[in-house]
């Protein structure tokens, strides 16, 4: 703990009254001189503009002293990389997955967060907003918002947090015997009592909580040294919060506070876990949240072995293709209705505001758009309209909320559920490139719907088989008959251009292949054939092989000089010695199809 003081004395020479030299302290001359040039008129600090002393008759002359706790100032923000789910954008300076300078957004409400994480600093100890705030959702015992784990718990945009000041200082979270509290605003006095004694003071003013942490005093003129979370009092956002405000200032309109003990009462104060700031597997999700929040595993990047990253599946139920915030989406309609609405299994709500028809009056077979139920399939209606605000909703908007992560309602979150519609295919076998968006143009599949699904081993056919549309096998294709092509066999994914097609070389009969390296000794050399390879092809003098050999080396060039059904021997042109390599290709007839040759195909397409 630092506690900063100076007092200085005017002295009057040739009827004119100046500085003396300044007192030793712990800023030292030149900093202290730019303090005095801080030093405002009420109206914000004026960093730019350089105080000359004052002069004054020896009628004037008087004490100017200051105090201060040196504090380090504090925005209210988003100040971790922990995962937001509950209003920050995909990307960009408040993006949902990063560190946030911006007060607005995420942290707008966050100023008695930003309060007390200054305080906690002051006395030794480490803590984050977004930590707190998990504290405040989640383990604060008193806490009537734990149904929101995971989804809410980071209070995007939401205030409240009174109660973390003593948990925040080391304490039983309702123990507040060493904090003094009060209402309206205290006395100059006092603060320079308890300023004196090293405690640091949180106030309130209507809709906001602010920290003082010094006094300043010349004479009549009272200021207090005030860390203000949200930037400065007049909107210029280039500004510091941190600065002298005049006591008496409008904006200094005080309706409680609460006075922290001295350094000597708070021995332990809170320090967060590491995990809050370590990504021990580099997946982009902190280790707090796989461990608290997600339930997934920090030394893992897809914890369910399902093929997409466990970043990549979060996202997928947060944000749809273009980065929009799908959740706040989809239960929007309930909070704008103005009548009750009825619920679908799948997620979707009716709103007859929007369609102009109530619900009584659909037609008995009307079907949901999403997912094709009839209206008997419904909930029955939601009794009351739904709060304006997300954070404390009734049990079917947070049920909506919760499907949302668990389409097959199995209680585990995607992120965790290698099937999640359990339609028995994984999630990566449908959300083929991985990515955590559901692209139907590229011929994938819903991961979240059961009705959409990968071809697999349930579709059968013990006659042939037209499919005369695209058919995606997001699997294995097993074919136990002929397998024909009228169009090209092509693809392959590649690294860092996408999808682009690779042919496949066709031929007139059916052949198969081997290949190998090989390398001469004294300008010959005998390779056998792998037996497996030979148990599915034909060597004789009605199906002979064909072989290429390809020089590696330098030497006079190669030849075949024998073959078998079960090896060849290479030699040197010319009688050559050498001991050059060179790589191989031996190509022979595929068993059981040594007489077709360009056959006819006739497909019955009715």
Avoid at 88 to 109: A, I, M, P
Avoid at 419 to 439: P, W
Avoid at 533 to 554: K, N
């Amino acid at each position: 703990m630092k506690i900063y003081a100076t007092v200085l004395s005017c002295v009057v020479l040739a009827g004119v009254a100046v500085m003396p030299a300044l007192a030793e302290h712990s800023h030292g001359n030149e900093e202290f001189l730019q303090f005095l040039a801080e030093i405002d008129d009420g109206n914000g600090p004026q960093p730019d503009a350089i105080a000359e002393p004052p002069t004054r008759s020896l009628q004037d002359a008087h004490i100017l002293a200051w105090q201060g706790l040196d504090i380090t100032h504090e925005l209210q923000r988003k100040d971790t990389k922990m995962l937001c789910l509950d209003g920050c954008s995909e990307t960009g300076s408040t993006c949902w997955d990063g560190e946030q300078v911006d007060h607005n957004g995420h942290g707008s409400h966050y100023c008695v967060r930003a309060s007390v994480k200054m305080i906690n600093s002051y006395y030794g100890g480490v803590l984050s907003q977004d930590r707190m705030t998990y504290w405040m959702i989640v383990e604060y015992p008193a806490s009537n918002k734990k149904a929101l784990k995971t989804d809410f718990d980071l209070w995007h945009g939401s205030g409240s947090g009174n109660e973390m000041l003593p948990w925040a200082l080391g304490y039983a979270y309702n123990d507040w015997s060493k904090i003094t509290s009060g209402s309206g605003k205290p006395s100059y006095s006092s603060i320079k009592t308890w300023i004196g004694q090293g405690r640091p003071i949180r106030v309130s003013i209507p809709g906001h909580s602010m920290v003082i942490d010094g006094w300043w005093e010349d004479g009549a003129i009272l200021k207090v040294h005030l860390l203000d979370p949200w930037c400065l009092w007049d909107g210029n956002d280039s500004h510091s919060g941190a600065g002298w405000r005049d006591y008496y200032g409008s904006y200094l309109n005080i309706t409680g506070y609460d006075v922290c003990p001295t350094p000597a009462q708070v021995p332990s104060p809170r320090v967060q876990e590491s995990y809050v700031t370590l990504d021990s597997d580099g997946d982009g999700i902190c280790d707090f949240d796989e461990i608290y929040r997600f339930g997934t595993n920090r030394f893992s990047v897809d914890t369910d072995g399902d093929g997409i990253r466990d970043k990549a599946e979060i996202r997928s139920y947060i944000f749809d293709n273009n980065g929009n915030h799908n959740v706040l989406q989809r239960i929007g309609n309930i909070w704008s209705c103005k009548v009750n609405v009825p619920a679908g299994p799948c997620g979707y709500i009716y709103n007859p505001a929007a369609t102009g028809v109530p619900w009584a009056s659909l037609a008995a077979g009307w079907t949901c758009p999403r997912c094709g139920n009839s209206k008997s399939g419904f909930r029955n209606e939601i009794t009351e309209c739904m709060p304006a605000s997300p954070y404390d909703p009734n049990p079917d908007v947070l049920a909506l909320i919760h499907a949302n992560a668990d389409p097959d309602g199995d209680g585990l979150r995607i992120e965790r559920d290698p099937d999640s519609d359990n339609d028995g295919a994984l999630d990566g076998q449908e959300d083929t490139n991985h990515n955590g968006k559901y692209e139907p143009d590229l011929g994938e599949t819903n991961p979240f719907d059961p009705n959409e699904r990968p071809l697999d081993g349930t579709l059968s056919s013990a006659d042939d088989l037209l499919v005369t549309d695209d058919l995606l096998v997001a699997g294995d294709l097993i074919v136990k008959g002929n397998l024909y092509c009228s169009g090209n066999k092509a693809v392959i994914s590649t690294e860092n251009h996408g999808r682009r097609l690779v042919f496949v070389e066709e031929s007139a009969s059916s052949w198969h292949f081997d290949r190998g390296r090989s390398q001469l000794h004294g300008g010959t050399v005998t390779i056998h054939l792998d037996p497996i390879f030979l148990q599915t092809v034909t060597i004789g003098e009605a199906a002979p092989p064909v072989i290429r050999l390809t020089a590696t080396a330098d030497c006079s060039g190669l030849y075949v000089a024998k073959w078998t059904a079960t090896s060849f021997t290479v030699k040197e042109l010319d009688g050559g010695a050498s001991d050059s390599t060179f790589n191989w290709e031996f190509a022979a007839t595929r068993r059981g199809y040594e007489k077709e040759r360009l056959q006819e195909l006739t497909i019955e397409e009715d």
